[in-house]
């Protein structure tokens, strides 16, 4: 099945759920509910109403369907048993932060999620183009056929934030800490609006570092030296 064919299916996919849910009202209620969270976000009305129909597809436990949409829609709905072959898959899905690793553009990459260390090649047209290797973004990424394919939208972090995300993930690691992104907290890092600054400027900068994992006397160290730096340039 070559690449038309997959985005053929996914549109059939989006389209059919949501001609299924649309005649479940509860449903609708339910998913404008959870749209409300996103309200205070700086993001467009259709982006947040597609971030929470994509979460409640793959992810979300609705309260309605005591399930999330995708596993209620495969036992429900009448389907072909390839199409239905095809979106089982879909439950294997991952949603994590990728590192990429190799690229083709227009054609494909090889993208590392940074929270298990397994490799994903993954066939895409479009965000192949608009990424460079070694960088890093949340994306959803789902099984077909004999590869992966893209869902949803990817966000990418700046080329530079790649060293510091990494190191959250070896200090995560490290102490064993519990990773879960939701949609919620991976949209408030990219749409949050601007907020005053509280802390100091250096408090700023020695709690950015303690997220990214550096140690306090390498902390110390570097202020010390932007310190000395500052002072020989008269810049206080």
Known sequence: MD?????QIMRQFYATLADFISKMPEVLEEMAYQEHFFTNLNMSENERHNLVFDWYIFDYKSEVLS?????????????NEDLKAIYKRFKDGIFSIFEVKALRLGKEMIACDLATGKE????????????S?????F??????EDYYILTGTG?????????FIKLFFMDAEKHKKPFRLTPLTIYEIFFAKTKPETLPTIE??????????LKEDYINEII???RKEALNKGDF
């Open 133 to 137: 290797k070694g960088q890093c973004g």
């Open 67 to 79: 399930k999330n949409l995708l596993q209620y829609f495969l036992e429900k709905a009448e389907l």
């Open 139 to 144: 994306l959803r990424v789902l099984p077909f």
């Open 204 to 213: 700023r900068f020695r709690l950015f570092c303690q997220e990214g994992g």
């Open 3 to 7: 690449v038309c064919d997959y985005k």
């Open 120 to 131: 994903y090649g993954i066939k895409d047209t479009t965000l192949t183009r608009q990424v």
């Open 155 to 163: 966000y990418f972090f700046p080329r530079e934030a790649s060293h």
């Open 224 to 226: 010390q030296k932007i």
